[in-house]
């Protein structure tokens, strides 16, 4: 529960951003993973947004209808799928950058930086022990 308030104090922060340019949290967390690690299929953007495989089918088909990512089957394999994105979503992670990049600093700003820093250390430290991975 600790958790899940935390996201959602968090979000508090995000959302209206997001939505403000008619995206949903989960058509964000795949452009911004798409921005980030560059083309991928559909079950790696699953594994890094946390969005199970049915919903993410859904989720890709509307974003490809909103022109926000594109789909190419692999030559070798047809079954394949390759999502990158379109020109529209490179431009709202330019155009949302520096809105995201100051709510980060008013929100280090209001906690201090030595928070930020040891929470995401401590995320990463649990990530890492629920994977079985050292840290």
Same mark, same amino acid.
């Given at each position: 529960?600790?958790?899940?308030?935390?996201?959602?104090?968090?979000?508090?922060?995000?959302?209206?951003?997001? #939505?403000?340019?008619?995206?949903?949290?989960?058509?964000?967390?795949?452009?911004?993973?798409?921005?980030?690690? +560059?083309?991928?299929?559909?079950?790696?953007?699953?594994?890094?947004? #946390?969005?199970?495989?049915?919903?993410?089918?859904?989720?890709?088909?509307?974003?490809?209808?909103?022109?926000?990512?594109?789909?190419?089957?692999?030559?070798?394999?047809?079954?394949?799928?390759?999502?990158?994105?379109?020109? #529209?979503?490179?431009?709202?992670?330019?155009?949302?950058?520096?809105? @995201?990049?100051?709510?980060?600093?008013? @929100?280090?700003?209001?906690?201090?930086?030595?928070?930020?820093?040891?929470?995401?250390?401590?995320?990463?430290? @649990? @990530?890492? +022990?629920?994977?079985?991975?050292?840290?």
């Amino acid at each position: 529960m600790l958790l899940l308030r935390a996201r959602e104090k968090m979000m508090e922060r995000f959302r209206p951003l997001i #939505t403000a340019h008619g995206l949903t949290e989960q058509q964000w967390r795949v452009i911004r993973a798409l921005h980030e690690h +560059g083309p991928m299929e559909p079950r790696q953007i699953s594994d890094l947004c #946390t969005i199970s495989s049915p919903s993410m089918a859904g989720v890709l088909a509307r974003m490809e209808a909103l022109e926000f990512i594109t789909k190419e089957r692999f030559p070798d394999d047809q079954r394949r799928v390759l999502v990158s994105l379109t020109p #529209t979503s490179t431009e709202l992670v330019a155009t949302l950058s520096g809105d @995201l990049e100051a709510r980060y600093a008013e @929100l280090e700003s209001q906690v201090g930086q030595g928070v930020v820093d040891q929470v995401y250390k401590a995320v990463d430290a @649990l @990530l890492a +022990g629920l994977e079985g991975n050292s840290v």
